[in-house]
């Protein structure tokens, strides 16, 4: 008996070692194999920095070196020169120079995801979905999201001229943009009515949720409650992600905002709502569209898979990864896809985006209305000489006569001033439709 458990054990001990032994030499020929692509790269640096016809710079070429080898990865993963890096470090805070869009690479070609509100894009009417074919007169064709950003940046008020094809232009124009000092207001608060509210949340900065906080506080002391909330996503870029988790925690009770998981499979990164917080129960919907990304797509696919929310609009745009930005010794930096997003239920946001639950496209009022006013059927009250209603006044003009309006102000004469409120869901069909749904939701609960 003690002679087959002698063996056993030194079975076990032999087959660990096997185990062992074969790893190693695993790992030994990978470092062998990458040692000898180093030295390959080594060395023609080497013939270069001797041979080449003009003197060289190493550090430039090192540089380029690197850039090359990174842009056999996906568009988000860059090499960060010192000047960009400390550029870029400075972008989150909230304010920062340059010309306030938003930037990405779609079809080899570089795109706007969204101008940022407020800034010197914006104001120049630069539009998400535009395609910036050069800058100052050269061709984007090739550039990385990190060189397009280097070369429309400037001295503060110095111009840069971009070369932007739309939908609808027969040839690209030209945009002439000061650069300028841009200052993000994230939060943007507007009060429609009734107690119902609405807030636009442009990008995710460091004081993104306790700006919206500020927002329902002030929304609150009018109205003692809030009896529902458009939170407003559209063309929203993204931005940090403790921002976006914070503002889906406010809403949520328990369960899951967002999980990433990297290369290892195993490792998977999930973050939980917290308990301890304070009740946000009223009704809520999330307007998103084809160019809300990242941290925008985490709230509204944490917000919808809890079902907390109703996600109306258009399918968002897809910017699904994660990236870690990593400072070298230099002072250059890597900023590096480490992981993918996923949401609550397990689905990848990566090239997917966020499917509302109610698609609304945005629509022109104006036209619409127009339209409807062509198209109206007349009523018996529009007939001429029709016997009146109990409760009918006599009007100089026949009903069929006036105006149709989407949104109808209870007294309005034409005459009156609308609060920002009415003005918003008169020009904008997907914020009145969120809000009629908002007003829908409390009927029903009756």
Do not use: C
């Amino acid at each position: 008996m003690k002679n087959k458990k002698l063996v056993f054990v030194i079975g076990l001990v032999v087959f660990l070692s096997s185990l062992f032994l074969n790893r190693q030499d695993k790992i030994k020929a990978y470092a062998a194999e990458r040692y000898e692509d180093l030295q390959l790269f080594a060395k023609v640096l080497n013939l270069v920095q001797q041979y080449y016809v003009d003197e060289v710079d190493t550090k430039k070429l090192i540089y380029g070196g690197i850039k090359g080898m990174l842009s056999e990865l996906d568009p988000h993963t860059n090499f960060l020169a010192k000047d960009i890096f400390k550029e870029f470090e400075s972008e989150t805070s909230g304010e920062f120079g340059g010309i306030g869009i938003e930037i990405t690479v779609r079809e080899g070609v570089l795109t706007v995801i969204s101008p940022i509100e407020d800034t010197p894009a914006w104001k120049q009417g630069v539009k998400a979905g535009d395609k910036i074919v050069e800058i100052n007169g050269e061709s984007t064709k090739g550039l990385s999201l990190v060189e397009a950003a280097q070369k429309m940046r400037g001295k503060l008020g110095s111009p840069v001229k971009l070369g932007i094809f739309r939908e609808g232009f027969k040839e690209p124009k030209v945009f002439s943009i000061k650069r300028g000092k841009v200052k993000i207001q994230s939060v943007k608060y507007t009060d429609l009515g009734g107690g119902y509210a609405y807030i636009r949340v442009t990008s995710f900065i460091e004081n993104t949720a306790s700006d919206i906080r500020r927002s329902l506080k002030k929304h609150e002391d009018k109205y003692k409650a809030v009896k529902g909330l458009v939170i407003d996503l559209r063309r929203n870029p993204g931005g940090l992600l403790d921002q976006a988790v914070e503002v889906s925690d406010m809403f949520l009770e328990e369960g899951v905002i967002v999980s990433t998981v990297g290369r290892n499979q195993k490792e998977k990164e999930v973050i939980y709502a917290k308990h301890n917080k304070e009740k946000n129960e009223y009704p809520l919907v999330v307007l998103i569209n084809e160019y809300s990304a990242s941290a925008s797509e985490i709230v509204a696919g944490a917000l919808q898979d809890n079902k907390r929310a109703l996600i109306m609009g258009k399918r968002s745009f897809g910017k699904g990864s994660v990236q870690s930005v990593v400072k070298l010794g230099d002072g250059s930096g890597l900023k590096l896809t480490v992981a993918r997003y996923y949401t609550p239920s397990g689905r990848s946001i990566q090239a997917e985006g966020v499917t509302p639950d109610v698609q609304v496209d945005p629509i022109n009022t104006k036209v619409l209305e127009k339209s409807i006013m062509k198209s109206r059927i007349k009523r018996e009250a529009d007939i001429k000489g029709h016997l009146l209603g109990e409760k009918e006044q006599k009007l100089k003009k026949n009903d069929s006569d006036q105006p149709f309006q989407l949104w109808w102000v209870e007294g309005n004469d034409d005459k009156k001033k609308l609060t920002l409120g009415e003005k918003l869901l008169k020009d904008d069909f997907q914020v009145l439709q969120a809000y009629n749904y908002l007003k829908a939701w409390r009927i029903m609960k009756r």
